[in-house]
């Protein structure tokens, strides 16, 4: 993820990842996840190509330091008003909290919802666990205007800090069977949670003559004469056939600007509707699908012509609802944890269902172990689903697959594995700057310029030869001419070596950095 870093740091809208659940129970099927970072410590090298396995003492230490460095490049990689989804179960839920709290801070921490990913019963110890968390966090969680209006739908985006956006009502779920002037409508419960005395009152069901009292542990939503006024104004129903308790008439037209509130539960209500105390509740259950592992499953297999091809894939059902949530039409998705690509196909269908233009980018750590170090799951399983998925549902997409390159380091570039000047370039801004390159027409190998930032003038004395690096440097020819191109500014210049002395280089407001020693070196920017 670091090679992304110089393109796309700040610009991810939304991030969604699934990092492994650390079972451990999946190293027989050789399935589980194995840690391959490039670390020089002897003790996590010892840790490199192996899968982890549930007996492992060392697991959750090894999940952490996996998790750690991703978690603080993801950050870097979001937006300011972006935010990361993620999916976890309860065997590293707590750790995940902890870390998450320490980069993202307690403050923008938004939910934690409860997703059930399976509906069959599942033959665990004592209890059937059915459900997954998804984690939210906002890089900058916004502290005002939280409800907004779909009128106001230019603005969710330009308003500083991170907000769930409205879901936009189904308006197949409202209707006017009794022709009513002020449109469509749809029946709400008319009870609340609660208990509270000037909320406690008997309701006569006016055809039946019924009294009705809130069902146990509830209480009526408003107090009496308000209860008496929408009675009047007609805002009153009592079911289907008026012989039911009291529910309340929701319009279309007053409760579309705000759209639905998100709860923490995505999954199906009971699985039939039901009545308590003569309350029909069938219309207060919104009958929203998120999918299951199972459904993920069976689209994988039907893309594959196959009976099994990865261990739980996510459904895109749980995808795209996250992006109706977070990510406009035009927003960049980050998947650094891509497995079977089910991220990428969500963004696919979504743009192909609403006209979108939103990009991804699908990451995927090496799965590589001591038994199978030629295993690709990005090649084998992530690109071509991506490539079946365009082809299968004629999506009006493409997409690049591509491998990390060489390291650009001061190890490689010692042993002469050079970039080209382009590449170096912004790469070089970005570690003086932290920001990307905005226009990368700037960059001129002849004058050795990288660009510039704020009052700085970023310099590179570079040439894609390890021969004539040895005779480059910051001399007094270049110095000159570069004071006389920027006379404002300060010239920050990373060259090989420097024959100036300090007094002249401060006089003249010019930084030298040494590279390759010093490659890591920010400006004071």
Aim: aromatic content about 12%.
């Amino acid at each position: 993820m670091k090679a992304l870093l110089p393109m796309y740091a700040g610009k991810v809208k939304v991030v969604c990842i699934d990092p492994p659940y650390n079972t451990g129970n999946d190293v027989a099927e050789g399935k589980s996840w194995v840690y391959n970072d490039n670390v020089n410590s002897p003790l996590l090298k010892d840790w490199l190509g192996k899968e982890v396995a549930r007996d492992d003492l060392t697991r959750h230490d090894k999940w952490l330091c996996m998790m750690m460095p991703r978690l603080k490049l993801l950050r870097d990689l979001l937006d300011d008003n972006g935010a990361i989804f993620i999916t976890i179960d309860d065997n590293e839920y707590s750790n995940l909290k902890a870390l998450m709290d320490e980069i993202f801070g307690e403050e923008n921490f938004v939910a934690n919802v409860v997703w059930q990913a399976r509906k069959s019963v599942q033959n665990d110890t004592d209890i059937s666990v059915n459900h997954n968390y998804v984690l939210i966090y906002a890089k900058n969680r916004r502290q005002e205007e939280r409800r907004l209006k779909e009128s106001n739908a230019e603005k969710w985006d330009a308003i500083p800090g991170f907000v769930l956006k409205p879901l936009l009502l189904d308006k197949s779920k409202f209707s006017n069977p009794d022709n009513d002037p002020r449109g469509l409508w749809k029946a709400d419960p008319f009870d609340a949670p609660g208990i509270r005395d000037n909320l406690m009152y008997a309701i006569v069901n006016p055809i039946t003559g019924e009294k009705f009292l809130p069902p146990k542990g509830r209480h009526w939503r408003t107090e009496e004469d308000n209860y008496v006024k929408w009675l009047k104004e007609k805002r009153i129903v009592f079911g289907k056939k008026g012989t039911s308790g009291p529910q309340l008439k929701v319009f279309w037209d007053d409760k579309k600007e705000f759209g639905e509130i998100e709860i923490s539960w995505w999954g199906d209500c009971s699985a039939e509707a039901y009545i308590e105390d003569g309350i029909d509740y069938e219309t207060a259950c919104e009958w929203t699908t998120y999918g299951t592992t199972t459904a993920g499953s069976k689209l994988l297999q039907s893309l594959f012509d196959s009976e099994k091809v990865f261990n739980n894939p996510k459904p895109i059902e749980l995808l795209r609802h996250i992006m109706k949530l977070a990510a406009g039409k035009d927003a960049l998705i980050l998947d650094s944890f891509s497995g079977s690509g089910t991220t990428g196909h969500a963004v696919m269908d979504l743009n192909k269902e609403d006209g979108g233009n939103r990009r991804f980018i699908l990451v995927q750590m090496t799965e590589a172990t001591e038994n199978e170090p030629n295993k690709n799951i990005c090649k084998d399983i992530t690109r071509e689903r991506i490539k079946r998925a365009i082809e299968k549902y004629s999506y009006d997409s493409g997409f690049q697959y591509l491998r990390v390159g060489q390291p650009l380091d001061a190890e490689t570039l010692l042993e002469g594995k050079l970039p080209d000047y382009k590449t170096f370039a912004r790469y070089v801004y970005y570690l003086c700057t932290g920001e990307n390159l905005k226009d990368e027409k700037k960059i001129s190998e002849k004058k050795f310029f990288a660009g510039d930032f704020g009052n700085q003038a970023i310099y590179l004395i570079y040439k894609q030869d390890y021969e004539a690096l040895t005779r480059m440097a910051l001399n007094l020819e270049v110095a000159e001419r570069i004071t006389a191109e920027q006379p404002n500014k300060k010239r920050i210049v990373y060259a090989p070596a420097c024959f100036l002395d300090e007094e002249y280089m401060e006089s003249n407001q010019i930084e030298f950095v040494n590279i390759p020693y010093n490659l890591f070196q920010r400006g004071n920017v």
